[in-house]
């Protein structure tokens, strides 16, 4: 049978300690053991089921990382307090001094600046590459390089990574492949294309709510423990710990994420045909001017569509602004950054999220000034949310 991630979450079975049909949450930083032979084997890693202090796990995070592990179809996975907590611990872990990381040119502001101008300071070099272009990225691999990054779809070009070439690629080379999922959660399902980690901010579609950030990794029980050594797992000593009430919170939230995504792509579907008949430069990977649609179309899971990120050009970047404040003023979404909330958030890339990328290398990857980012909402009527974003469109001047 095909893998269906949001069946693997369905299928989980959690009671609370008193029968309660969601997870009792644990109120605890720290836990008794029985004997002190307990508290020992656990320290050294040994004592299933025990629990220690609660930056090590604690069980209202292990009931969420269990639930996102089911969805990306890995054997296990670490929640963090933020995506950011997620993905640099990942990478210190996987690399050190004298080695190297080859990654995608367009990814998140906040990943790029990590790998640019913070990693070099522990001595680790990156090589930023077209991921779209698997000769390219072999190119870039030396003999120092320990792991491959990238982003499903990129944020904010929207480009899709061919994760089974790169995984290729990475079992060749004998690197790992690192895989940032946030854009596409159910809709790709990198593990099982053959990345070796997945990570996420959960901050984003998976959570839902514009209420919270969080992040997870998903892979190996043994990547996992090592992440939480308590002598040298970067998770662990780095200390990005999500709150017990927060897991329980987005636990919540992700029993919903299957239909959110479909109407997420819907609504994306829906606005990104639209603009492109109208004639602006729109990019999203459900159309078929898309560069890599088929790509994309060859590792989804079909039923949860394109997702819910798409981008148009404006011209400028007072053009995109105008557009935004007067598409707020209506009512029709949110000027903010961030992605994944039932509204349409919506914010100029170049001018923030991505503001980390010097302005050189954001117009070599065709980062344009007047590019609007949008997070298509859960707009129950997207006809008529088109209605009135055409209007907002045509007032300044851009239609
Ligand atoms: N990865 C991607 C693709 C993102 O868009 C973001 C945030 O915008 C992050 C990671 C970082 O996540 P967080 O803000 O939860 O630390």
Redesign the pocket.
Known sequence: MKFNPADKIQDLQYFGEFGGVNPSISDSSTYTFLSAKTMFDTFEGNADGCYLYSRHSTPSNLYLGEALAAMEGTETANVAA????A?TPVLLQLVGVGEHIVSSRT??G??YAFLKNFTPRLGIDTSFVDITKLEVVEAAITEKTKVLYC?SVS?PLLEVADIKGLSELAKKYNLKLVV?N??SPLSISPAKLGADVVVH????FINGSSDT???VVCGTQDFINNLRNVNDGASMLLGSTMDSLRASSILKNLRTLHIRMKQHSFNATFLANKFEADGLKTVYPGLKSHPSHELFKSMMNVEYGFGGMLTIDAGSLEKANELMELMQHKNLGYLA???GFYKTLFSAPGSS?SSEIPEEEQKEMGLSDGLIRFSIGLDNDIERTYAMMKTCMKEVGIL
Do not use: P
């Not at 933020?82 to 907590?85: A, V």
């Open positions: 933020s995506g950011m907590g993905i990814i998140y906040g990943t982003e944020n940032d946030t854009f901010s959960l901050t984003k950030v969080g992040g950054v961030s992605l999220t």
